[in-house]
Structures are given as structure tokens and as C-alpha cells.
């Protein structure tokens, strides 16, 4: 059985760091795009950001894009979303999602692309 976890959420003040960890069980993400997605109350889910199989090449939204980085640890079957100086409005719950792309150099910012979800981890910022 496929399952993706994700942990680190928590709560930081504005301007603070987490580091979101998204890790496999049954499967291996060594051939998966990764995709992060966040949802706050009373809105759609939203693409925060994705990454190829390789980690070459990624790309993410405009809300986060110079404060979030993805990096993948293949031998640890774990992809991290570091977030630096988090505003209120990154308060959400933070979903990690995964699809086979084998020797595909792809990722997708679409949430229905994705097979395997995790269940999310919630990030409140407080101003």
C-alpha cells in the first residue's frame, strides 16, 4: 500500500522557517514528479510548488516563488518544502502529491495530475 506522510508543520510568527518533510512508504519517489499543495480555510487547494523526478527541474507559485524551495533526498525516499519568511497568508494545510514519470523530466501544477496524496500537515503563521 502506497502512503505519503507529511510532517514539520507547525506554528511559527511571520518571517519565521519550517521545513515540511513528505516521505514514501511503498513506493519509491526516485522516479516520481512531487508536487506541494496547500489549502487554507474556505479556499480552493493551491499549488505551491513541484519537481521533477531528477530535482533538475522545478518550478512553483508566483505567492511562494524566492521564499520556498523543494529538495529531494532519493536515498531517504523524502522531499522536503523549506519555507523561509512565512506570512499569515501561508497558513494552510500543506498536502505533498506524487505520479510516476519515468525518465520524463516533468511535473505538473495541476492537483488532479498527481496519483498519491499524504493526508497534510497544517502551517499556521501568526502575524
Known amino acids: 500500500q502506497v502512503q505519503l506522510v507529511e510532517s514539520g508543520g507547525g506554528s511559527v510568527q511571520a518571517g519565521g522557517s519550517l521545513r515540511l518533510s513528505c516521505q514514501a512508504s511503498?513506493?519509491?519517489?526516485?522516479?516520481?514528479?512531487v508536487g506541494w499543495f496547500r489549502q487554507a480555510p474556505g479556499k480552493e487547494r493551491e499549488f505551491v510548488g513541484a519537481?521533477?523526478?531528477?530535482?533538475?527541474?522545478?518550478d512553483y507559485g508566483d505567492s511562494v516563488k524566492g521564499r520556498f524551495t523543494i529538495r529531494r533526498d532519493n536515498a531517504k525516499n523524502t522531499v522536503y518544502l523549506q519555507m523561509s519568511s512565512l506570512q499569515p497568508e501561508d497558513t494552510g494545510v500543506y498536502y505533498c502529491?506524487?505520479?510516476?514519470?519515468?525518465?520524463?523530466?516533468?511535473?505538473?501544477?495541476?492537483?488532479?495530475?498527481?496519483?498519491?496524496w499524504g493526508q497534510g500537515t497544517q502551517v499556521t503563521v501568526s502575524s
Open positions: 502529491a506524487s505520479t510516476y514519470t519515468p525518465r520524463s523530466n516533468v511535473y505538473f501544477y495541476t492537483d488532479h495530475s498527481y496519483t498519491y
Open positions: 511503498g513506493r519509491t519517489f526516485r522516479s516520481d514528479a
Open positions: 519537481s521533477a523526478w531528477s530535482g533538475r527541474a522545478a
